[in-house]
């Protein structure tokens, strides 16, 4: 009888462990992250002000690399974007943002977000124009949607190298 209860006990254990640890894990699958910019900042296809913002990786498929950014409460989406992955050597324990300067007033462009313990990244896809300013403000390349599309499994890419100047 006294193994019966056991069984039982653990079978319940096993049973609540695995409902909860779905919940748990939630923002480890689409990577949400709240962020506050304290200055206006650019996203492609438009500039944001200053505020606070979530940020999540659309589930799709493997290949997740689409970013929706919503309203601070998470009701209103903002915009939905085209990334490509980004590398780094090391992962850290916290979120971490890169931003590509630009030239004069112009606020500067949302570059890459790594969510943190992941050494990989979303790296943002600007437009062609943008993406020839900055990768010339940068002095970097920059990738940029060659269609417009928002199906990853028909986009294209294009890449802008800034000129060597010696």
């Known amino acids: 009888m006294k193994i019966v209860k056991t069984a039982l006990a653990m079978l319940a254990f096993t049973f609540i462990g695995a409902t909860l640890a779905p919940a748990a894990r939630a923002d480890e699958w689409n990577k949400k992250t709240v962020m506050t910019f304290s200055q206006s900042f650019e996203i492609p296809g438009r500039i944001l002000p200053a505020g606070t913002y979530i940020l999540k990786v659309v589930g799709m498929r493997s290949d997740r690399h689409m970013v929706q950014i919503f309203s601070t409460d998470g009701t209103q989406m903002i915009a939905t974007i085209l990334t490509i992955p980004n590398y780094r050597t090391e992962a850290t324990n916290y979120t971490v943002v890169r931003f590509a300067e630009r030239s004069g007033d112009n606020p500067?462009?949302?570059?890459?977000?790594?969510?943190?313990?992941?050494?990989?990244?979303q790296e943002f896809i600007y437009r062609s124009q943008s993406s020839v300013q900055l990768s010339v403000a940068s002095k970097k390349p920059v990738v940029a949607p060659a269609n417009q599309t928002t199906d990853p499994n028909t986009a294209e890419v294009q890449v802008f190298i800034p000129a060597r100047t010696n």
């Open 108 to 121: 500067e462009a949302l570059k890459a977000w790594f969510y943190p313990g992941d050494k990989s990244g």
